[in-house]
C-alpha cells in the first residue's frame, strides 16, 4: 500500500525500535490468550488491540512522570510497563530478521536515528548488541525529549540531530503511535507488519506504505 512515496525524496531514516528492529515477544500474549479462551472470538487479536490500545496514554503518563522529574520511578515503571507487554529486556533483545543487514547497507546512503520509548541505557544495548550503534547518528530516547510519540517532538528532535529537514526524514515504526508522530511532524511513514501493528489500522493513520517487514525497506531505497 503506498500513497505516493517517493524514495527519491528521503534524506534521513528514523526507526522505531520494539516491532520495528527488536523482535517482540509473543509468550506474554499465548499466556494471556490460553486464560481467555472463553471468550469469543480470537483473543490474541483482542490482547493486541488492548496493547496498541494502551500505548498513547501510557507514554503520555510516562511524559507527565518525566515533567514531574520522578526519573527513578520513570525507568521503573517503564520497565515493568515493557514486561507487562511482553517486550524484550536488555538481557535477551532479538533483532527482527534481516534489519541488521539492511542498517549496514543503508548506512553508507542515508543518516540513521532511533526514535524511541524506550530508555537510551535499553536502545544502546540493542545497538551495541548487534554491533551497529556506530552506524546511527542520532539516538532519540524517551530522557532526550519532553513530549512522547505520538507527539511530533521526538521526530523534529531526530530530524535536527541528524541536520535534515523533518519532511525529507523517513520514519520507520509498527505501531499507529509512529504513523501519527511522523504525519504532525511532516515526515513520511512507513508502517511495518512485524510488530503489533495491523495493515488497516496503519492505513487509517495516514501509513504512506506499509510493508510486511522491516528488512524490505532496504529494496525500496
Known amino acids: 500500500m503506498q500513497h505516493g512515496f517517493d524514495p527519491s525524496t528521503v534524506q534521513a531514516i528514523l526507526f522505531d525500535m520494539d516491532g520495528t528492529l527488536i523482535d517482540t515477544d509473543d509468550a506474554i500474549i499465548e499466556a ?39 526519573d527513578d520511578d520513570l525507568f521503573s515503571l517503564n520497565d515493568r510497563l515493557r514486561q507487562l507487554r ?17 542498517i549496514r547497507a543503508l548506512v553508507e546512503r542515508y543518516p540513521l536515528a532511533v526514535v ?33 510519540k505520538p507527539h511530533p517532538e521526538p521526530i523534529r528532535r531526530a530530524a535536527r540531530a541528524l541536520g535534515v ?27 511495518v507488519l512485524c510488530g503489533f501493528g495491523e495493515r488497516a489500522e496503519l492505513e487509517r493513520a495516514g501509513a504512506d506504505m506499509i510493508l510486511e517487514t522491516t528488512a524490505e525497506l532496504g529494496r525500496l531505497l
Open 86 to 102: 511482553g517486550l524484550r529486556t536488555p538481557a535477551n533483545f532479538l533483532a527482527v530478521d534481516g534489519v541488521v543487514d539492511m
Open 116 to 148: 524511541t520509548t524506550r530508555s537510551r541505557r535499553d536502545a544502546l544495548a540493542f545497538l551495541n548488541q548487534y554491533h551497529i550503534g556506530d552506524c546511527f547518528r542520532a539516538v532519540i530516547a524517551h530522557e532526550d525529549t519532553t513530549r512522547l
Open 32 to 70: 494471556w490468550a490460553a486464560r481467555l479462551r472463553w471468550l469469543p472470538g480470537d483473543p490474541h487479536r483482542l490482547l493486541r488491540r488492548l496493547i496498541m490500545a494502551s500505548e498513547t496514554p501510557t507514554n503520555a503518563f510516562i511524559t507527565l512522570l518525566d515533567a514531574l522529574h520522578v
Open 165 to 191: 529537514p523533518v519532511e525529507r526524514c523517513l520514519m520507520v515504526g509498527d505501531t499507529t503511535v509512529d504513523v501519527r508522530a511522523a504525519k504532525r511532524a511532516g515526515a513520511t511513514s512507513v508502517g
